[in-house]
């Protein structure tokens, strides 16, 4: 068995607070990928391994696939021979995820961690693994993307290892699944859940009132029920 460990980053391709609000438009979610990315840089530090963390300032091209090739083909330029990839928007993933796929680099197995949504919250390659044409071509942030990282580790004749199916997080309506789950939720994360949940109720409302009001006036008015 060898002993990857000297030799391996974890690469935290994860953009700041700020844009993914802006990417994600979910409304008043600064506070909540905040945590996010505390959370998740927390727990790949406990694995004792390197975090090499690319936000957005050090991202570069002009998509989503040429942005994360790229920083991938940074980390091993630096002299790493694997990388343990992992995004900020999965709020259940843990060190023992990464201790998992750290441990089956030692035994020359890839690791893929599914998303529920089709895509792929961690994923590990090796440097003889990676074409980086190939993989800029796979289907990034689509539905088909889990499969297809699955087919291009075979293709490589690569032993993978699925784990745990995990739930990300893309939209306010992925907030509502971590709500109403049985499995319990951080308090701290609850709450900031709650109250992004709570602000889009009150504009609903406000709308709502808004649409009422001039529904009524415009009524008795005999004119159209809603022109703004």
Known sequence: MLNTRKHTAILLFANT????????????????????????????????LDVILFSEKLQKGNSFSERFSNAIEVVFSQGYEHIISIGN???????????????????????LGPSLDGGAYLITISKQQFNKKEFIHLPWQYKTLFTSLKKYF????????????????????????????????????????????????K??????????????????????????
């Open 154 to 201: 075979d293709d490589k004749n690569s032993t993978v290892e699925q784990i745990e199916v995990l739930k990300d997080i893309d939209t306010t309506t992925d907030l509502n699944y971590f709500i109403s789950r049985f499995k319990p939720v951080n308090l701290v994360f609850k709450e900031l859940i709650l109250s992004i949940l709570f602000s889009l109720r």
């Open 89 to 111: 928007d999965s709020p259940d993933l843990k060190a023992e995820h990464i201790c998992i796929a750290q441990k089956n680099l030692d035994k020359g197995v890839t690791t």
């Open 17 to 48: 607070s700020e844009e993914e609000v802006k990417r994600k438009s979910i409304t008043k979610g600064n506070s909540l990928f905040q945590y996010l990315n505390q959370k998740t840089h927390l727990e790949a530090k406990k694995t004792g």
């Open 203 to 228: 504009v609903h409302f406000t709308i709502s009132s808004l649409y009422s009001q001039n529904y009524s006036s415009f009524f008795y008015n005999k004119g159209s029920p809603l022109v703004i």
